[in-house]
């Protein structure tokens, strides 16, 4: 798929996955709403007899140096015998900071799975949500592209569509 002289695209499909994405060509990067995670794909919500539009902005950046954090695990669940808020504000993220202080370019961190914890996240009632919104409240300084791990799954939601 092509898109034309405006950036203007239309494909044909019958949304088994229900979702569409792009990828975004080197140099760019998408734009974000909430300001960490980056807006390159959105879920399809309508039948696939209808016609859905979903516009993707991109910003370009000077990416001959670039920076990848790699954190892994974080297992954010608020969780009080844990710490785990506090120990990420004192030690992870001002190694974060550090790192992104000393980049010569642009940082990108991609989360290698289990953000949060789904058993706290009805124990703790602290979810993806309450993670990013934690994330966003200390000021993590890049965007985050998330690979969904094994404790990114709420056990709760059953059905055949489900992993």
Do not use: C
């Not at 950036?7 to 044909?12: A, E, T």
């Not at 039948?47 to 954010?76: G, K, N, R």
Request: hydrophobic share 30%.
């Amino acid at each position: 798929m092509t898109t034309d002289a405006k950036g203007r695209y239309d494909i044909q499909s019958d949304k088994a996955l229900k979702t569409v994405f792009i990828t975004a060509p080197s140099g760019y990067v998408p734009t974000s709403r909430d300001g960490l995670r980056p807006d390159f794909w959105a879920y399809l919500t309508l039948p696939a007899d209808q016609e859905e539009i979903h516009d993707f902005s991109l910003t370009s950046q000077d990416q001959s140096d670039y920076t990848v954090i790699f954190p892994a695990d974080l297992h954010l669940t608020n969780d009080p015998r844990r710490q785990d808020l506090r120990r990420f504000q004192e030690y992870t993220l001002p190694l974060v900071n550090q790192i992104v202080g000393d980049a010569k370019g642009p940082v990108y961190s991609f989360l290698l799975g289990d953000f949060t914890h789904d058993i706290y996240w009805y124990q703790m009632d602290f979810d993806e949500a309450d993670g990013l919104r934690f994330l966003q409240d200390v000021g993590y300084p890049t965007y985050i592209y998330n690979v969904t791990g094994n404790h990114d799954h709420d056990g709760a939601i059953t059905g055949e569509d489900t992993d």
